[in-house]
């Protein structure tokens, strides 16, 4: 058995009152989805299965990331877009022609502290990473092993 090595990793970020890594810790697995950017889309796009993402709390008082999950399953139409009762509802994607996808993942750990956005400021090599940019509204971003 050998186990494939992660050829990306990924900050996904979610509110925690929408979908927290404590909730996803109690459901093992979960699909992320209702991502309406494109940039961001295109990055959901990229994810392959075993890439590694950590799950960050945003727009809360004490944004940062708070754990870790793994992609099990790689991009596919984001349901939510074609359910017209969901608050991600997009009447200009259909399924025959998706503008919209999601990707699966399961928790691997919750950190006993997190590493808050205020740390993570002073970290040299997080300088050029959307994630510390004063404008980023990005909920994916692609990490680098710097």
């Known amino acids: 058995f050998v186990s494939k090595m992660p050829s990306k990793m990924w900050i996904l970020k979610s509110e925690p009152k929408e979908f927290s890594i404590h909730q996803l810790e ?4 979960g699909r ?3 991502i309406r950017n494109f940039q ?17 709390h945003s727009n809360c008082p004490s944004p940062g990331i708070y754990g870790k999950m793994i992609i099990t399953k790689e991009f596919y139409p984001d349901p939510t877009a074609f359910d017209k009762s ?3 509802y997009d009447s200009k994607s259909q399924i025959s022609k998706p503008k919209w996808f999601s990707v699966d993942v399961s928790f691997q750990c919750c950190y006993k502290t997190p590493l808050l956005l205020q740390q993570i ?26």
């Open 86 to 88: 969901s608050p991600y």
């Open 32 to 34: 992320w989805d209702g």
């Open 26 to 29: 109690k459901e093992f697995r």
């Open 121 to 146: 400021k002073t970290i040299p090599n997080f300088a050029p990473n959307p994630l510390v940019s004063k404008f980023n509204r990005l909920s994916v971003i692609p990490l680098t092993e710097e």
């Open 40 to 56: 961001a889309r295109n990055y959901i796009r990229e994810m392959k299965e075993n890439d590694v993402a950590y799950f960050y």
